[in-house]
């Protein structure tokens, strides 16, 4: 099977842009889970998203938006970005059927600077 | 609020030897899954193993074991035969409703 993929790997955006990023999880993954990670605050949680609905939100700015396709794919949204958005924005897919945990698979990650 | 502590910002260990990474948490929850992650330099969060919170039995992966104590919310892992390919980051995460990630330590692995 293939991994958890995450376009683009490399970005870098000026203050106030908008930037998208996608993620397209393990084939019959369900589930897509956003983390932010930064030397300073380490790995934090976005959001999951389940069958095309947001089930949990981390501690996160509105400008973080995200939202799942019918297949699985996830996009993350920051608006208006600010320096300290720079940071490795991982995702990670897991089955995640009926509430029950299964292991998350992360992707390599979209490395994002913020000038 | 659900916390994971790695007291250990770096390890060392010589190659072939054992070595053990400190993970503890805080929690009410009774069920919960824990693990630990590698992250090698390539920034590619890999699974090195899992535990369920109901299970007694400490898993193990090969080189790879935990030693978990529930009662003390600690879950230690343990890293036999260490190999170089064995250096990297190191996470401890605890998963309720959301994955909660540790500051992470740095394994170095001396040949």
């Known amino acids: 099977k293939a991994g958890v993929t995450q376009t683009p790997r490399y970005l870098i955006k000026t203050r106030g842009q908008q930037v998208t990023l996608s993620c397209s999880p393990i084939?019959?993954?369900?589930?897509v889970s956003w983390y932010q990670q930064t030397p300073g605050q380490g790995l934090q949680f976005l959001f999951e998203y389940f069958s095309e609905t947001q089930r949990n939100k981390g501690n996160f700015p509105g400008r973080f938006s995200g939202r799942q396709f019918s297949n699985s794919r996830s996009e993350m949204n920051v608006s208006t970005l600010e320096l300290g958005d720079s940071a490795l924005y991982l995702c990670?897919?897991?089955?995640?059927?009926?509430?029950?945990?299964?292991?998350?698979?992360f992707g390599p990650g979209t490395r994002l600077l913020v000038l | 609020a659900q916390t994971v502590t790695q007291s250990q910002p770096e390890m060392s260990v010589q190659e072939a030897e054992t070595v053990t990474l400190s993970c503890t948490y805080d929690?009410?929850?009774?069920?919960?899954?824990l693990f630990w992650y590698k992250q090698p330099p390539s920034r590619q969060m890999i699974l090195v193993i899992r535990q369920e919170a109901y299970k007694q039995q400490n898993a193990t992966e090969n080189r790879f074991s935990v030693n978990f104590q529930k009662a003390a919310k600690s879950f230690s892992l343990k890293i036999s035969d260490s190999q170089l390919g064995d250096a990297a980051m190191y996470f401890c995460?605890?998963?309720?409703?959301?994955?909660?990630f540790g500051a992470g330590t740095r394994l170095t692995v001396k040949p």
């Open positions: 084939s019959g993954h369900r589930s």
């Open positions: 929690t009410s929850e009774s069920d919960y899954y």
């Open positions: 995460a605890y998963f309720n409703n959301d994955m909660r």
């Open positions: 990670a897919s897991s089955s995640r059927a009926g509430g029950i945990q299964e292991t998350q698979y």
